[in-house]
């Protein structure tokens, strides 16, 4: 079974626009996080948020925020006010806790493109 | 403070031959992870070490594949007798402390293997 789903393979967005990244999870742990991360087309993986499944309050970073609805199992990633560095892959991740696993579970993708 | 540092950045292999690929962690971080990422997809977990033990490689293929990371000096990822389809990008990450949930992530710029 698919651990994360990413929905969107491709976004195109206005520049200044605010953008919602979509992500849902799957598991049976109470303690887990799920993280964010962005990789433009130098190909590294840049850290941009993290969310804990204890944590009352949505994750903020700069003009990064998580919309984090535990219920539903989503962990949304909203970017305000797109700039054209934006353009990139972004991948939602997820870490278990309960079961030892050690790793990040990532979602295939969501290929973001700001136009001017 | 230097990041986690991989190399070399690209590798050309024939058929065959061997891959090394290396990975040095962030100072002060005793514990990593080395994951793969094939063209357009999401990066898969292969192993996760610390110094000088394997603790989780739930990941790796059962041939050809090997990884260590000695009491002294960098992480090495092996792979023997490449075939086309190893050819992909190599991403390790480093972390500082065992594996909680809300722990953080630090990657390398990746090698991309590229198989003949």
């Known amino acids: 079974a698919q651990k994360i789903t990413q929905t969107q393979p491709g976004m195109f967005v206005q520049e200044k626009e605010a953008v919602t990244l979509d992500c849902t999870y799957d598991t049976s742990d109470q303690s887990y996080g799920l993280f964010w991360y962005k990789q433009p087309s130098s190909g590294e993986m840049i850290f941009l948020i993290y969310q804990g499944s204890y944590d009352e309050q949505n994750a903020t970073e700069g003009r990064y925020s998580l919309n984090f609805q535990k219920a539903r199992k989503s962990a949304n990633l909203v970017i305000s006010a797109s700039q054209l560095g934006d353009s990139a892959m972004y991948f939602c991740a997820m870490r278990e806790a309960e079961q030892g696993a050690q790793k990040l579970v990532f979602g295939q993708g969501t290929r973001l493109t700001i136009n001017p | 403070n230097a990041g986690v540092m991989q190399n070399p950045r690209h590798l050309v292999r024939r058929r065959g031959q061997e891959a090394r690929l290396r990975c040095s962690p962030m100072?002060?971080?005793?514990?990593v992870y080395w994951y793969r990422q094939l063209p357009e997809e999401g990066l898969k977990f292969m192993v996760y070490l610390q110094k000088e033990n394997i603790i989780d490689e739930s990941g790796m293929p059962k041939e050809r594949f090997s990884a260590e990371f000695p009491k002294e000096g960098p992480s090495i990822l092996r792979i023997q007798q490449v075939v086309r389809g190893d050819s992909a990008a190599y991403f390790c990450?480093?972390?500082?402390?065992?594996?909680?949930?809300?722990?953080?992530?630090?990657f390398g710029s990746g090698t991309q293997l590229s198989v003949l």
């Open positions: 100072k002060g971080h005793s514990h």
């Open positions: 990450a480093s972390s500082f402390t065992w594996g909680t949930p809300n722990e953080k992530l630090f």
